[in-house]
Protein backbone atom coordinates (compact mmCIF):
# COMPACT_ATOMS: atom_id res chain seq x y z
CA UNK A 1 0.00 0.00 0.00
CA UNK A 2 1.08 3.67 -1.06
CA UNK A 3 2.42 5.96 1.68
CA UNK A 4 0.28 8.83 2.35
CA UNK A 5 1.72 11.75 0.91
CA UNK A 6 2.83 15.00 3.19
CA UNK A 7 4.08 18.40 2.40
CA UNK A 8 6.32 19.67 5.27
CA UNK A 9 7.58 23.40 5.11
CA UNK A 10 10.40 24.73 7.58
CA UNK A 11 11.26 28.28 8.73
CA UNK A 12 10.29 31.75 10.21
CA UNK A 13 6.68 32.04 9.60
CA UNK A 14 5.97 35.49 7.46
CA UNK A 15 3.82 38.35 7.15
CA UNK A 16 3.05 40.06 3.99
CA UNK A 17 2.26 43.74 4.10
CA UNK A 18 1.25 45.10 0.85
CA UNK A 19 1.78 49.24 0.11
CA UNK A 20 0.52 51.33 -3.04
CA UNK A 21 2.49 54.00 -4.62
CA UNK A 22 1.33 56.69 -1.67
CA UNK A 23 1.72 53.89 0.90
CA UNK A 24 -1.74 52.96 1.95
CA UNK A 25 -1.89 49.55 3.28
CA UNK A 26 -4.04 47.29 0.51
CA UNK A 27 -3.75 44.20 2.66
CA UNK A 28 -1.55 41.96 4.94
CA UNK A 29 -1.68 38.27 4.83
CA UNK A 30 0.59 35.50 5.22
CA UNK A 31 3.57 35.54 2.95
CA UNK A 32 7.32 33.11 2.07
CA UNK A 33 7.53 31.91 -0.55
CA UNK A 34 7.98 28.30 1.14
CA UNK A 35 4.65 29.30 3.30
CA UNK A 36 2.70 30.37 0.29
CA UNK A 37 3.70 26.55 -1.54
CA UNK A 38 2.41 25.07 1.50
CA UNK A 39 -0.60 27.30 1.73
CA UNK A 40 -1.40 26.50 -2.22
CA UNK A 41 -0.85 22.50 -1.58
CA UNK A 42 -3.52 22.46 1.55
CA UNK A 43 -5.67 24.25 -0.82
CA UNK A 44 -5.10 21.53 -3.61
CA UNK A 45 -6.16 18.61 -0.80
CA UNK A 46 -2.79 17.50 0.27
CA UNK A 47 -1.63 16.95 3.75
CA UNK A 48 0.59 19.43 4.78
CA UNK A 49 2.75 20.44 8.32
CA UNK A 50 4.60 24.02 9.32
CA UNK A 51 7.73 23.38 11.65
CA UNK A 52 9.13 26.97 12.15
CA UNK A 53 8.26 29.69 14.48
CA UNK A 54 6.35 32.89 14.61
CA UNK A 55 7.09 36.01 17.10
CA UNK A 56 5.18 36.98 19.86
CA UNK A 57 2.76 39.64 18.01
CA UNK A 58 -0.34 40.34 16.08
CA UNK A 59 1.44 39.69 12.97
CA UNK A 60 2.65 36.38 13.99
CA UNK A 61 -0.82 35.70 15.07
CA UNK A 62 -2.18 36.41 11.57
CA UNK A 63 0.22 34.78 9.81
CA UNK A 64 -0.02 31.60 11.75
CA UNK A 65 -3.82 31.48 10.97
CA UNK A 66 -3.56 31.95 7.50
CA UNK A 67 -1.94 28.30 7.35
CA UNK A 68 -4.18 27.15 10.08
CA UNK A 69 -7.50 28.33 8.44
CA UNK A 70 -6.64 26.12 4.94
CA UNK A 71 -6.10 23.33 7.10
CA UNK A 72 -2.00 22.92 7.73
CA UNK A 73 -1.15 21.47 10.90
CA UNK A 74 0.26 24.28 12.83
CA UNK A 75 1.50 22.47 16.46
CA UNK A 76 4.41 22.55 15.77
CA UNK A 77 5.11 26.06 15.21
CA UNK A 78 6.58 27.76 18.32
CA UNK A 79 6.43 31.34 19.95
CA UNK A 80 9.37 33.35 20.66
CA UNK A 81 9.97 36.23 22.46
CA UNK A 82 10.33 38.22 19.10
CA UNK A 83 8.82 39.86 16.52
CA UNK A 84 7.22 38.14 13.41
CA UNK A 85 9.13 38.79 10.02
CA UNK A 86 7.23 40.99 7.83
CA UNK A 87 7.99 41.52 3.98
CA UNK A 88 6.99 44.80 2.79
CA UNK A 89 5.33 44.89 -1.11
CA UNK A 90 5.26 48.05 -2.12
CA UNK A 91 2.46 47.79 -5.79
CA UNK A 92 3.10 50.53 -8.28
CA UNK A 93 0.25 52.36 -9.65
CA UNK A 94 1.54 52.04 -13.34
CA UNK A 95 1.79 49.06 -15.33
CA UNK A 96 3.62 46.06 -13.88
CA UNK A 97 6.84 44.67 -15.20
CA UNK A 98 7.90 41.28 -14.03
CA UNK A 99 10.41 43.51 -11.40
CA UNK A 100 8.58 46.56 -10.88
CA UNK A 101 7.08 45.27 -7.66
CA UNK A 102 9.13 46.03 -4.65
CA UNK A 103 9.77 43.73 -1.93
CA UNK A 104 11.46 45.29 0.93
CA UNK A 105 12.74 44.14 4.41
CA UNK A 106 12.78 47.77 6.04
CA UNK A 107 8.96 48.71 6.62
CA UNK A 108 8.29 52.00 4.30
CA UNK A 109 6.50 53.59 7.02
CA UNK A 110 8.99 53.51 10.03
CA UNK A 111 12.08 52.35 8.16
CA UNK A 112 12.56 49.84 10.31
CA UNK A 113 14.19 46.73 9.50
CA UNK A 114 11.77 43.68 9.56
CA UNK A 115 12.82 40.38 9.34
CA UNK A 116 14.35 38.59 12.04
CA UNK A 117 15.33 35.17 11.27
CA UNK A 118 15.30 32.87 14.15
CA UNK A 119 18.13 30.58 15.01
CA UNK A 120 16.18 28.05 17.64
CA UNK A 121 13.74 26.86 14.87
CA UNK A 122 12.47 23.52 15.61
CA UNK A 123 13.84 20.84 13.60
CA UNK A 124 12.48 17.07 15.07
CA UNK A 125 8.79 16.05 12.99
CA UNK A 126 6.42 14.93 14.78
CA UNK A 127 6.23 10.79 15.36
CA UNK A 128 3.01 10.47 13.74
CA UNK A 129 4.91 10.99 10.23
CA UNK A 130 7.58 8.56 10.72
CA UNK A 131 6.02 6.38 8.06
CA UNK A 132 4.65 8.75 5.33
CA UNK A 133 6.40 9.67 2.26
CA UNK A 134 7.85 13.14 3.11
CA UNK A 135 8.25 16.00 0.40
CA UNK A 136 10.66 18.36 2.37
CA UNK A 137 10.45 22.54 0.77
CA UNK A 138 12.79 25.22 1.65
CA UNK A 139 13.56 28.25 0.34
CA UNK A 140 16.17 29.38 2.29
CA UNK A 141 19.72 28.21 3.10
CA UNK A 142 20.13 28.90 7.04
CA UNK A 143 22.20 26.45 8.85
CA UNK A 144 19.28 25.51 10.66
CA UNK A 145 17.44 24.59 7.58
CA UNK A 146 20.70 22.00 7.03
CA UNK A 147 19.81 21.00 10.37
CA UNK A 148 16.58 20.16 9.75
CA UNK A 149 17.08 18.44 6.42
CA UNK A 150 20.11 16.02 7.37
CA UNK A 151 17.86 14.86 10.67
CA UNK A 152 14.88 14.19 9.04
CA UNK A 153 16.42 13.07 5.53
CA UNK A 154 14.84 9.29 4.28
CA UNK A 155 15.33 7.18 1.26
CA UNK A 156 12.40 8.01 -0.22
CA UNK A 157 12.16 11.65 1.17
CA UNK A 158 11.92 14.08 -1.23
CA UNK A 159 13.84 17.29 -0.90
CA UNK A 160 11.89 20.55 -2.82
CA UNK A 161 13.98 24.19 -3.28
CA UNK A 162 12.21 26.78 -4.30
CA UNK A 163 15.08 29.61 -5.32
CA UNK A 164 13.93 32.67 -5.66
CA UNK A 165 15.59 35.39 -4.33
CA UNK A 166 19.43 36.30 -4.47
CA UNK A 167 19.73 37.38 -0.89
CA UNK A 168 18.90 33.58 0.48
CA UNK A 169 22.22 31.97 -0.59
CA UNK A 170 24.50 35.51 -1.73
CA UNK A 171 26.07 34.97 1.68
CA UNK A 172 27.07 31.28 1.72
CA UNK A 173 30.04 29.55 0.02
CA UNK A 174 29.69 27.00 -2.38
CA UNK A 175 31.02 24.30 -0.24
CA UNK A 176 28.17 25.27 2.30
CA UNK A 177 25.77 25.66 -0.82
CA UNK A 178 26.19 22.44 -2.14
CA UNK A 179 24.95 20.21 1.38
CA UNK A 180 21.68 21.82 -0.06
CA UNK A 181 21.78 21.28 -3.90
CA UNK A 182 23.37 17.29 -3.62
CA UNK A 183 20.40 16.65 -1.53
CA UNK A 184 17.81 18.32 -3.70
CA UNK A 185 15.24 16.30 -5.81
CA UNK A 186 13.07 18.86 -7.17
CA UNK A 187 14.37 22.69 -7.51
CA UNK A 188 12.75 25.47 -9.18
CA UNK A 189 15.14 28.53 -10.06
CA UNK A 190 13.98 31.71 -10.40
CA UNK A 191 16.16 33.68 -13.65
CA UNK A 192 16.61 36.53 -11.71
CA UNK A 193 19.03 34.69 -9.53
CA UNK A 194 20.67 32.45 -12.11
CA UNK A 195 24.05 34.29 -12.98
CA UNK A 196 25.25 34.78 -9.60
CA UNK A 197 23.93 30.49 -8.96
CA UNK A 198 26.48 29.51 -11.62
CA UNK A 199 29.46 31.81 -10.53
CA UNK A 200 28.83 30.25 -7.14
CA UNK A 201 29.16 26.85 -8.59
CA UNK A 202 31.53 27.85 -11.67
CA UNK A 203 29.33 26.59 -14.19
CA UNK A 204 29.04 28.84 -17.48
CA UNK A 205 24.87 27.74 -17.55
CA UNK A 206 21.98 26.03 -16.45
CA UNK A 207 22.40 22.30 -18.12
CA UNK A 208 26.23 22.03 -16.48
CA UNK A 209 24.45 23.49 -12.74
CA UNK A 210 21.37 20.52 -13.71
CA UNK A 211 24.58 17.67 -14.32
CA UNK A 212 26.64 18.81 -11.30
CA UNK A 213 23.77 17.53 -9.46
CA UNK A 214 20.85 15.06 -11.37
CA UNK A 215 18.20 16.53 -10.02
CA UNK A 216 14.72 14.60 -10.68
CA UNK A 217 13.56 17.99 -12.38
CA UNK A 218 14.88 21.35 -12.92
CA UNK A 219 12.54 23.93 -13.60
CA UNK A 220 13.83 27.50 -14.12
CA UNK A 221 11.04 29.75 -14.41
CA UNK A 222 11.36 33.36 -16.49
CA UNK A 223 8.32 35.24 -15.72
CA UNK A 224 6.32 36.17 -18.87
CA UNK A 225 9.05 34.44 -20.96
CA UNK A 226 7.88 31.14 -19.40
CA UNK A 227 9.65 27.93 -18.10
CA UNK A 228 12.39 25.77 -19.12
CA UNK A 229 12.21 21.91 -18.13
CA UNK A 230 15.15 19.84 -17.67
CA UNK A 231 14.97 16.31 -16.62
CA UNK A 232 16.43 13.04 -17.61
CA UNK A 233 14.45 10.68 -19.91
CA UNK A 234 16.29 7.24 -19.22
CA UNK A 235 19.42 8.61 -19.94
CA UNK A 236 19.36 11.43 -22.19
CA UNK A 237 19.10 14.71 -20.96
CA UNK A 238 15.85 16.30 -22.24
CA UNK A 239 15.42 20.50 -22.15
CA UNK A 240 11.94 21.49 -22.94
CA UNK A 241 10.96 25.34 -23.09
CA UNK A 242 7.23 25.97 -22.33
CA UNK A 243 5.96 29.68 -23.11
CA UNK A 244 2.44 30.85 -21.42
CA UNK A 245 -0.12 32.75 -23.44
CA UNK A 246 0.05 36.82 -23.29
CA UNK A 247 -0.84 37.81 -19.59
CA UNK A 248 -2.81 41.11 -19.97
CA UNK A 249 -4.11 42.58 -16.69
CA UNK A 250 -1.46 42.04 -14.04
CA UNK A 251 -2.81 43.16 -10.64
CA UNK A 252 0.21 42.03 -8.45
CA UNK A 253 3.77 39.85 -9.67
CA UNK A 254 3.94 38.94 -5.91
CA UNK A 255 3.72 34.76 -5.41
CA UNK A 256 2.90 33.69 -9.27
CA UNK A 257 6.29 31.69 -9.01
CA UNK A 258 4.96 30.54 -5.93
CA UNK A 259 1.88 28.97 -7.36
CA UNK A 260 4.03 27.55 -10.31
CA UNK A 261 6.31 25.55 -7.68
CA UNK A 262 3.02 23.81 -6.16
CA UNK A 263 1.25 23.11 -8.75
CA UNK A 264 4.67 21.55 -10.64
CA UNK A 265 5.37 19.86 -7.54
CA UNK A 266 1.80 18.60 -6.25
CA UNK A 267 2.39 16.69 -10.18
CA UNK A 268 5.62 15.59 -9.41
CA UNK A 269 4.47 14.08 -6.24
CA UNK A 270 2.09 11.59 -8.01
CA UNK A 271 3.10 11.27 -11.57
CA UNK A 272 4.81 7.63 -12.60
CA UNK A 273 7.37 9.21 -14.74
CA UNK A 274 8.74 12.88 -15.99
CA UNK A 275 8.65 12.87 -19.61
CA UNK A 276 7.39 15.11 -22.39
CA UNK A 277 3.87 14.59 -21.40
CA UNK A 278 4.50 15.05 -18.09
CA UNK A 279 6.04 18.62 -18.98
CA UNK A 280 3.19 19.77 -21.45
CA UNK A 281 0.63 18.79 -18.66
CA UNK A 282 2.16 20.33 -15.74
CA UNK A 283 3.20 23.84 -17.18
CA UNK A 284 -0.58 24.28 -18.24
CA UNK A 285 -2.28 23.70 -14.68
CA UNK A 286 1.41 25.68 -13.41
CA UNK A 287 0.57 28.48 -15.73
CA UNK A 288 -3.35 28.58 -14.75
CA UNK A 289 -2.47 28.82 -11.32
CA UNK A 290 0.10 31.66 -11.61
CA UNK A 291 -2.46 33.52 -13.26
CA UNK A 292 -5.04 33.73 -10.98
CA UNK A 293 -2.03 34.73 -8.68
CA UNK A 294 -1.39 37.48 -10.68
CA UNK A 295 -4.68 39.08 -11.28
CA UNK A 296 -5.25 39.70 -7.40
CA UNK A 297 -3.18 41.29 -4.69
CA UNK A 298 -1.73 39.33 -2.54
CA UNK A 299 0.29 35.90 -2.99
CA UNK A 300 -2.05 33.75 -2.56
CA UNK A 301 -4.71 32.61 -4.57
CA UNK A 302 -8.02 33.31 -2.96
CA UNK A 303 -10.86 30.59 -2.34
CA UNK A 304 -13.97 31.29 -2.16
Given amino acids: ?24 LLKQDGGGCNWNDLYHLATM ?12 DEEGKLALQSLSQVGINTNYVITENKKTNIMNIIIP ?20 YTMNFSEHLPTNLPEELKDKQLYLI ?53 DSVTSLLLERFHVS ?14 ILTKGKKGATFLFYEGDKLKIIDKQPPVIVDIVDS ?5 AFF ?11 KIDTNFVHQTFKLANEASRQVLSQVGSRIIKD
Avoid at 170 to 182: A, C, D, K, M
Avoid at 254 to 258: I, K, L, M, P, Q
Wanted: one cysteine or more; glycine letters at 6%; aromatic letters at 14%.
Fill in 93 to 112: SNSLKDNSVIHAWYSPITNE
Fill in 138 to 190: LDKFLPVNLSFLQKNRKADTKICLDVGHIRFFEHFTRQYLTSFFSMANFIQIN
Fill in 254 to 258: SGAGD
Fill in 262 to 272: SKVLQQYAYCD
Fill in 205 to 218: NIIEFFQLFHFDLL
Fill in 1 to 24: MPKEKVFISHGDLILDKIYDDDLN
Fill in 45 to 56: GETCYAIGSKGN
